[in-house]
């Protein structure tokens, strides 16, 4: 792992841009200290620069965390195959034609997911060896929740997760759900409006954890309250801390 650039934010945060091979990321620390870790992506390749993910992530260092986040394999700014990008032009076709999608996002959704998480699962190895990062539990907050279910299963280490159920989720994941098993806090949009209601709801009732908490808040895709990012805190609060 290599820091390419460093900042000091108003708060204290230290935020470094890093690359790990060719993947690219972002770390923000609290300070020297060791700190828990907290993994954050944002939904089915937008950037890790996306401004509501440095948002989330930079208030989350904030109340004592490590956050990561990286572009993996197709996702941000990295090269797209061809087959990706001819995927994605259909997909915004069906959209504009008010056609069925759901089989274009398993297309598109799983692949990335499939590709995605090794890369996650080698950043968080790098990540478990600095001496500012605590190797205990380690968090998931995003936006993907077919990543984080997926990670969830397969990484031992993850020890609890905050899910937003704003994007579309594979047949995969949403079978896999059963066998994830940490504490869980689901974020729900209730008039999200690329996204149904009740595949959402359905979802929640998948999961396997013994603790899972629902917060649905009225409003749109984008309309998630700033306080939901407090409340996230402390749930995590209660499990890495």
């Known amino acids: 792992m290599r820091f390419t650039s460093e900042q000091r934010l108003d708060d204290g945060v230290l935020e470094r841009a890093f690359t790990l091979g060719e993947i690219?990321?972002?770390?923000?620390t609290p300070g020297p200290a060791p700190a828990p870790l907290v993994l954050m992506a944002h939904n089915n390749?937008?950037?890790k620069a996306d401004p509501r993910l440095v948002a989330?992530?930079?208030?989350?260092?904030a109340r004592g965390y490590a956050v990561a986040t990286i572009d993996a394999a197709g996702c941000g700014d990295r090269p797209r195959s061809a087959a990706d990008e001819e995927t994605r032009a259909e997909l915004?076709?069906?959209?504009?034609?008010?056609?069925?999608?759901?089989?274009?996002?398993?297309s598109l959704i799983g692949p990335l997911v499939q590709n995605a998480v090794p890369e996650w699962r080698t950043t968080l190895d790098a990540l478990h060896g600095l001496p500012e990062i605590g190797g205990g539990p380690v968090g998931y907050?995003?936006?993907?929740?077919?990543?984080g279910i997926r990670l969830a299963v397969v990484e031992p280490r993850i020890a609890a997760a905050s899910f937003f159920a704003g994007g579309y989720v594979p047949r995969a994941q949403r079978e896999e759900a059963r066998q994830v098993t940490v504490p869980l806090l689901f974020l729900l949009q209730w008039d999200d409006e690329g996204n149904p209601r009740q595949r959402a709801l359905d979802l929640f009732d998948t999961f396997?954890?013994?603790e899972k908490t629902l917060h649905a808040n009225v409003g749109g895709h984008t309309g998630t309250p700033w306080f939901e990012l407090e409340d996230?805190?402390?749930?995590l609060d209660r499990h890495l801390k």
């Open 24 to 28: 690219p990321g972002t770390l923000w």
């Open 45 to 47: 390749g937008l950037p």
């Open 56 to 61: 989330r992530a930079r208030y989350t260092a």
């Open 92 to 106: 915004r076709r069906a959209m504009r034609a008010g056609e069925p999608v759901d089989e274009i996002f398993e």
């Open 141 to 147: 907050s995003g936006g993907w929740t077919a990543l």
């Open 208 to 210: 396997g954890s013994k």
């Open 232 to 235: 996230g805190c402390r749930f």
